[in-house]
């Protein structure tokens, strides 16, 4: 399994993003994402995607939508890291 961490500084957050977030969740959920988790303080964003796979991540990472909102990332992140990693359960 892979996990997919995604760590932002919040710039501003809109109707427009939460409308990305929706629509890339569900695409994720069609594209093999297992699972996902996110918070916010408010001024830092932390998200974690589970998978199966590292080429339903890439996958889900080419995606024309995903590429889209990162296009606009600037509108809504000061900046952003994207790990990612091989998890085993315990």
């Known amino acids: 399994m892979y996990a997919v961490i995604f760590i932002a ?3 501003e957050i809109d109707d427009e993003y939460r409308k990305y977030v929706e629509k ?9 994402c297992k699972d996902i988790f996110s918070v916010s303080d ?6 974690v995607s589970l998978w199966d796979s590292r080429e339903d991540i890439e ?4 995606n ?11 509108k809504w992140y000061k900046g952003f890291r994207v790990l990612i990693s091989e998890v ?3």
């Open 9 to 11: 500084e919040i710039k």
């Open 24 to 32: 890339l969740r569900e695409l994720g959920k069609k594209q093999g």
């Open 42 to 47: 408010g001024t830092t964003e932390i998200t």
């Open 59 to 62: 996958k889900w990472l080419k």
């Open 64 to 74: 024309p939508l995903h590429r889209e909102a990162q296009s606009k990332s600037h």
């Open 88 to 90: 085993k359960e315990g």
